[in-house]
């Protein structure tokens, strides 16, 4: 495992963390392969019963990395489609996993990042964690987003949440049933997130086992999997057509890769008042 990414485990339960704070954690390729890499040895060691995600530095994730990101590929609708499925198949390799995992969330969690805490089991927050997409704002599709939180948020908060590139703030993601506890401060977050995954701990592997793919399987009859594909096959064609595309998407990459991805942030929100 690389040192984008950090895992250890105490008491049976691991904690992977995220290791960029100097970018706010964007994700690059390194990331992406510690992430596998860590969920894959969770999934995989008997003495790991539950797993933790966080981060160091100031936010949890700002999406993915834009100084780095698809620059050495030739694009067409198959490597569409291959990067589609590569970040899909990242994702749902935690909601797959037997074990529960157990996302631990403060700052900014935005773009690409906000998948994590949306396939984690359960969600901790501090009262200042935001989770948004907000590259809609300035007219970036990210549509494989669309099929996992479709189906944690309520339907028309979904829809006010893609349609509009807005935020959503710890409290109201608590108030929606996303958010399972919100913590004062990120001093807070990791012993809130420890207690409930000893609390796990306390119950057989095999009866946690089991009720997380109970559960899991309800959502994914009410066609997860399909929509996945749908979503995967319209990022494809979405980013292939240049629809996407528009002079403040360009200003924003630029500033991402210029002044770094907090103030480019910073100024998109200050811009856009949508995003609260």
Known sequence: MNDTVLFEVKDHIAIIT?????????????????????????SE????????VTANGN????????????????????????????????????????KPFIAAIFGECIGGGTQLPMVADCLICTEDARIGNTEM???????????????????NKAKEYFLTG???????????????????????????AMLLARQMCEVLPCVVTANKQVLNFGVENMGLYQTLAFARELFGLIRLNGCDASPETEAYWKECKELGHESALANLIAKKNILI
């Open 166 to 192: 807005r935020s959503f703030t710890a409290k109201e993601l608590e108030q929606m049933g996303v958010a399972n506890r919100v913590v004062a401060t990120k001093a807070d977050l990791m012993d809130a």
């Open 18 to 42: 995220l290791n960029r704070p100097e970018v706010d954690n964007v994700i690059n390729v390194p990331m992406m392969e510690g992430i596998k890499e860590a969920v894959k040895r969770v």
């Open 137 to 155: 704002a300035w007219g970036l599709n990210y549509s494989i987003n669309f099929a996992m939180d479709g189906y944690k948020l309520p339907l």
């Open 45 to 52: 060691d008997e003495d790991i019963r539950v797993a933790i």
């Open 59 to 98: 936010h949890f994730c700002c999406g993915f990395d834009m100084n780095v990101s698809g620059q050495d590929i030739q694009w067409n609708l198959n490597t569409r489609r291959a990067r589609a499925k590569e970040e899909i198949d990242m994702w749902m390799s935690i909601w797959e996993s037997p």
